[in-house]
């Protein structure tokens, strides 16, 4: 039977890498990597995305520059200390990696099931579209959990800005990069990348499953 934890955060990207492999961290004797794919959106723009990958998942496997790949896997989040503060680092640990490219109508898939823990923060955009900011926590094993940011916009803004702290919700939609400026103490303006979830779909779930 499947572990249960693993169909709570699942991701499926197609895209191609864009950047170098570069060494992350170690563990066992295991080497992992960081990278990015790039994954074309239904517009003309282009997410790019952050991975973090196995040696042992490309020992048959050149991860050069260009080359298009299928990825399976699960949303991270960890806090590393950075400008003198601790920041929320967001990546997609692959579980699975092929050649087999699909050129796909959907490259870039979601699916998360996990709690609301921050009170929703519902606003308008300067062109008048509605959006509600929420972070979501995913359990995984070893008692330990992601913290997920996520958008919902439109009907979705307006359900989930109602949402508390504890509600359980499942989403659908898609890994996006956004850039954005943001201004320093000493009022400097400085371009910066947010990764987050887009939701297109969205429910609660019933009270009486809340702990599961």
């Known amino acids: 039977m499947s572990n249960l ?3 709570t955060n699942v991701v499926n990207l197609c895209g191609e890498i864009c950047s170098e492999l570069e060494m992350s961290h170690e563990i066992f004797g295991e080497k992992f990597y960081n990278t990015a794919i790039r994954v074309k959106r239904l517009s003309d723009l282009d997410d790019v995305l952050p991975i973090t990958i196995s ?3 490309i020992t048959d496997m050149e991860l050069t520059l260009g080359k298009q790949v299928s990825i399976t896997g699960q949303i ?3 806090n590393k200390f950075l400008e003198g503060k601790n920041r929320l680092v967001v990546t997609v640990f692959v579980k699975e990696i092929s050649e087999d490219f699909e050129d796909t109508k959907d490259p870039n898939t979601i ?5 609301v823990c921050k009170h929703p923060i519902y606003r ?4 008048g579209r509605e959006i509600t900011d929420l972070l979501i926590a995913v359990n995984r094993s070893y008692n330990k959990s992601d913290y997920i940011p996520s958008i919902a916009w439109g009907r979705n803004a307006k ?6 702290v504890g509600d359980r919700v499942q989403i659908w939609g898609r890994m996006q990069s956004r850039e954005y400026e943001k ?3 000493n009022g400097e303006v400085e371009s910066k990348v947010a990764y987050e979830i887009s939701i297109s779909k969205m429910k609660k779930m019933p009270e009486n499953n809340a702990k599961e």
């Open 76 to 78: 991270r989040s960890y």
């Open 159 to 164: 359900f989930s800005k109602n949402l508390q």
């Open 183 to 185: 201004k320093t103490e």
């Open 5 to 7: 934890k693993e169909i």
């Open 124 to 127: 308008n955009t300067p062109l």
């Open 55 to 57: 040696e042992r998942l």
């Open 111 to 115: 699916f998360l099931d996990g709690y």
